[in-house]
Nanobody, 124 residues
Framework: QVQLVESGGGLVQAGGSLRLSCAVSGRTFSSSAMGWFRQAPGKEREFVVTITGSRNNTLYTDSVKGRFTISRDNAKNTVTLQMNSLKPEDTAVYYC?????????????????WGQGTQVTVSS
């Protein structure tokens, strides 16, 4: 059974930083594309960033470019999202997701496995 467990969420002031981690078990992690999505109150879940399974190619949504950085450690089966210069509009529940395939995706329905989510709150 594949499990994704996020950690690292919390409350931070605007301009601050948080580091989210996602631990993956039950699947060959190195061949899986990974993604982070987020859902703000009253809004639909949206794409944040994806990283491919082999060459670690990344794609970010425009609103986080230059502030967020995704990385993966295949030896530890973890993917990390470093979030800097946080803004109140970054407040959301952040979800880690995994694909069976190697290619990254911006589409949530193309992901096969999801974590339970971790809350990020940025105060102004």
């Amino acid at each position: 059974q594949v499990q994704l467990v996020e950690s690292g969420g919390g409350l931070v002031q605007a301009g601050g930083s948080l580091r989210l981690s996602c631990a993956v078990s039950g699947r060959t992690f190195s061949s899986s594309a990974m993604g982070w999505f987020r859902q703000a109150p009253g809004k639909e879940r949206e794409f944040v960033v994806t990283i491919t399974g082999s060459r670690n190619n990344t794609l970010y949504t425009d609103s986080v470019k230059g502030r967020f950085t995704i990385s993966r450690d295949n030896a530890k089966n973890t993917v990390t999202l470093q979030m800097n210069s946080l803004k109140p509009e970054d407040t959301a529940v952040y979800y880690c997701a995994a694909r069976r395939g190697n290619s990254g995706s911006t589409l949530e329905w193309e992901y096969d496995y999801w974590g339970q989510g971790t809350q990020v709150t940025v105060s102004s």
